[in-house]
C-alpha cells in the first residue's frame, strides 16, 4: 500500500483520490500511519464481508458441544504449523 503524508495529500488532493480509486493509500500524519483512505466500493466490501464475533457465554450447550467436536478437514494438517500453542 502507497503511503502519502496528510499535507502531501491536501496539496495534491484530486491526484491522490483518483489513486485512491485504484488502490487504498496509507495517509501519514508525522510518519505515523494514522488513515487509509480508499474507494466507497473497496469500503463496502470490506464492510459487508465483516463478521461479528459473538461470546461463548452466548452459545448454547448444543453449539458448543459441535464446537468441540468439530474434526479439522483432510488435508488441514499442511497448516498446523501456523497454530501456536
Request: hydrophobic content about 35%.
Given at each position: 500500500?502507497?503511503k502519502?503524508?496528510?499535507?502531501?495529500?491536501?496539496?495534491?488532493?484530486?491526484?491522490?483520490?483518483?489513486?485512491?480509486?485504484v488502490?487504498?493509500?496509507?495517509?501519514?500524519?508525522?510518519?505515523?500511519?494514522?488513515?487509509?483512505?480508499?474507494?466507497?466500493?473497496?469500503?463496502?466490501?470490506?464492510?459487508?464481508?465483516?463478521?461479528?464475533?459473538?461470546?461463548?457465554?452466548?452459545?448454547?450447550?448444543?453449539?458448543?458441544?459441535?464446537?468441540?467436536?468439530?474434526k479439522?478437514a483432510?488435508?488441514?494438517?499442511?497448516?498446523?504449523?501456523?497454530?501456536?500453542?
Amino acid at each position: 500500500m502507497q503511503k502519502v503524508s496528510a499535507t502531501e495529500l491536501a496539496k495534491k488532493f484530486g491526484a491522490y483520490k483518483s489513486r485512491a480509486l485504484v488502490e487504498p493509500l496509507c495517509v501519514t500524519c508525522n510518519g505515523r500511519a494514522e488513515l487509509v483512505l480508499m474507494s466507497r466500493t473497496e469500503f463496502l466490501k470490506l464492510r459487508n464481508s465483516y463478521r461479528a464475533s459473538i461470546k461463548t457465554v452466548d452459545l448454547s450447550e448444543k453449539e458448543l458441544n459441535l464446537i468441540m467436536n468439530t474434526k479439522p478437514a483432510t488435508g488441514s494438517e499442511q497448516y498446523d504449523h501456523e497454530v501456536v500453542d
